[in-house]
């Protein structure tokens, strides 16, 4: 069998309001978890309890995404603003160190 080689380049991922959409998401799960809570009986009579706990785990598994994200922005705005401080310190004469972090 031959080894899959990409025809084409992968393409930069997208970039958008990831915090914004998760949290979005996030708070649709609760919500459609709360609107099911009572008709808890009815999904118990029909065994389709797996409904609403479907619903809260994708709530749980939503918050623990925001935690992600969040974190992941945070990041991101850290490096961007230490290679900001970096490209603009070059010219100004400092401590004498002039080796990179780690």
Do not use: N
């Not at 080689?5 to 958008?16: C, D, I, N, S, V």
């Not at 990831?18 to 979005?24: H, K, L, Q």
């Not at 925001?66 to 945070?74: F, M, S």
């Not at 490096?79 to 070059?90: D, K, L, P, Q, V």
Request: proline content about 6%; aromatic content about 12%; overall charge neutral.
């Amino acid at each position: 069998m031959a080894k899959w080689t990409a025809k084409h380049e992968a393409p930069e991922p997208l970039e958008g309001p990831v915090v914004a959409t998760v949290t979005g998401g996030t708070i649709l799960w609760f919500a459609l978890f709360l609107v099911q809570l009572p008709f808890y009986g009815w999904f118990a009579d029909r065994d389709l309890l797996w409904w609403v706990w479907c619903c809260a785990a994708g709530g749980v598994l939503g918050l623990i995404g925001l935690w992600y994200v969040r974190g992941r922005d945070a990041a991101l705005k850290r490096h961007a603003a230490e290679r900001a401080a970096a490209g603009s310190g070059s010219g100004s004469s400092g401590s004498g160190s002039a080796s990179p972090a780690p």
